[in-house]
């Protein structure tokens, strides 16, 4: 594919290969967000059915990219709220453990981290390796090692946050099985630019935020919700995920039961009417460009990039060990990372740091230009 930077509204002259950290909004979910606030302007136009019609058009449209069935995407404000869905649902004894990587995204860890303060369980994070050569492949194989007979749930995000190190989901997925583990994935920085099939996976609960890699507005994400949990009880009650509720007419004939499928977990005012325009609006773009298309956009970005940076102190891992869409710039001296990007950005060039990486995180707005100004860039800070 072609470079689609027309359909962003992103400034001349601007280098921002750092979608990983909030994506730009495309023009035409721009629009959807404006037309959706004109039309909460005249509420006297809003039907009961648009408290449900374009939420499940939304749920239809994420399970699609990650191909799995409407009745497991439960809608979320968040990925710590979607976290709640599984904290909530399991409790814990003081044998068990949770096992997580280190350097692991907050959201990922203080659930666990509460949750096992309060039963006595023990959190074991499986640290990054030192080694230098195939650290990704030695992360996995130790994490694998890290699940036993007292695991009772393995958290993980399909990429690591920092710097895209690849997670091997299938085998940690059939490990996780073994010992009857829940499986847990945050996609949050890899649904959206990398595949991701839920019925290969086959995690417990999936989480993703929507405005990364779904190019979505800020404060809406799903949760995709496997047959362990999926009838499990949502921490949270509200009217909308009640048995009936798009009966308004019948609203105060109370009821016990649920919307069917993983509805039960989706957050109070869930209809959006301004955000759901617009991630809808930017799931059919993606569905429109192929994910596959995205990642191989990406990595021809990428290979460049570190074909420019060959003979400098700066090192890039290994495209088998990492995503092609976010990755890590390593240095020795990991404390030079702050003056590095202070000189990226007089600029124009935005990424950011994310542990001891300086992480850069291209999409399909991006190009050969891109590139060429991030590597002169990091040059020039060195001298």
């Not at 990922?108 to 640290?127: F, G, S």
């Not at 001891?356 to 995180?361: E, N, P, T």
């Amino acid at each position: 594919m072609k470079c689609q930077r027309d359909l962003f509204s992103l400034p001349d002259g601007q280098h921002y290969l750092n979608c990983a950290y909030m994506s730009p909004l495309l023009k035409a979910v721009e629009t959807a967000g404006i037309n959706g606030l004109r039309r909460k302007a005249v509420p006297a136009e809003i039907t009961p059915v648009d408290f449900f019609e374009p939420a499940e058009e939304l749920r239809r449209a994420f399970s699609r990219l990650i191909h799995t069935s409407p009745e497991r995407i439960a809608l979320v404000p968040a990925v710590s709220y979607g976290m709640g869905i599984a904290t909530y649902n399991l409790p814990l004894t003081p044998e068990q453990n949770v096992v997580i990587p280190g350097e692991e995204f907050p959201s990922n860890v203080y659930p666990w981290l509460e949750q096992c303060k309060r039963t006595r369980a023990t959190l074991r994070r499986v640290d990054r390796p030192r080694e230098t050569h195939a650290p990704g492949t030695v992360w996995n194989a130790r994490f694998l090692e890290a699940i036993d007979t007292n695991t009772a749930v393995v958290a993980l995000s399909s990429v690591h946050w920092t710097d895209g190190t690849l997670f091997e989901l299938e085998q940690i997925g059939q490990r996780a099985r073994e010992v009857g583990a829940l499986f847990i994935v945050d996609g949050t920085q890899s649904v959206g630019a990398l595949p991701f099939d839920f019925e290969r996976v086959q995690p417990d609960l999936l989480v993703c935020a929507g405005y990364k890699w779904l190019l979505g507005p800020y404060q809406y994400s799903f949760a995709a919700v496997g047959d362990r949990l999926l009838n499990g009880e949502p921490f949270e009650q509200n009217w909308i995920n009640r048995k009936d509720s798009q009966h308004f007419s019948a609203l105060i004939n109370y009821q016990s039961e649920y919307q069917p499928g993983a509805r039960r977990f989706d957050t109070g005012e869930r209809s959006n009417f301004i955000m759901i325009p617009m991630l809808l609006t930017a799931l059919k773009q993606i569905d429109a460009w192929g994910v596959n298309n995205i990642q191989r956009y990406c990595a021809q970005l990428s290979t460049e990039l570190g074909q420019a940076l060959d003979g400098t102190p700066y090192t890039v891992a290994s495209p088998h060990e990492r995503a092609a869409h976010l990755f890590g710039i390593r240095i020795a001296d990991a404390e030079q990372i702050p003056a590095i990007l202070e000189a990226l950005r007089q600029r124009q060039v935005y990424v950011s740091q994310r542990g001891a990486s300086i992480r850069v995180s291209p999409h399909v707005y991006n190009t050969e230009a891109d590139v060429v100004a991030l590597a002169e860039a990091l040059r020039a800070a060195l001298r």
